[in-house]
Nanobody, 122 residues
Framework: QVQLVESGGGLVQAGDSLRLSCAASGRTARTYAMGWFRQAPGKEREFVTAITRSGISTYYKDSVKGRFTISRNNANDTVYLQMNSLKPEDTAVYYC???????????????WGQGTQVTVSS
């Protein structure tokens, strides 16, 4: 069992930066691949980025490549999402998720945080 708690969301202007954090707890938290997903109002939840257990490999949604960076610190069981050059279309609730397998498919992630709101004004 893994518990996930996100933090760091907020209201920013277009072009600003935010860093989201996801604190994982549980005996085997660091053995899971981690992902960030987001859900905008009226839209389905979508994949944003993921990182493997070791942190060596990362994957990104095309529209965030070059702007977002996922990283993890296995020493303190925390995953980060650095978001730069934010755009209004990045506005969504951002969810952290943990998976034994990783990947872009949300169905592969059995553990989810409660979400944190990111709002980007134009």
């Amino acid at each position: 069992q893994v518990q996930l708690v996100e933090s760091g969301g907020g209201l920013v202007q277009a072009g600003d930066s935010l860093r989201l954090s996801c604190a994982a707890s549980g005996r085997t938290a660091r053995t899971y691949a981690m992902g960030w997903f987001r859900q905008a109002p009226g839209k389905e939840r979508e994949f944003v980025t993921a990182i493997t257990r070791s942190g060596i490999s990362t994957y990104y949604k095309d529209s965030v490549k070059g702007r977002f960076t996922i990283s993890r610190n296995n020493a303190n069981d925390t995953v980060y999402l650095q978001m730069n050059s934010l755009k209004p279309e990045d506005t969504a609730v951002y969810y952290c998720a943990a998976s034994p397998f990783g990947g872009r498919d949300s169905s592969s992630y059995p553990y989810w945080g409660q979400g944190t709101q990111v709002t980007v004004s134009s």
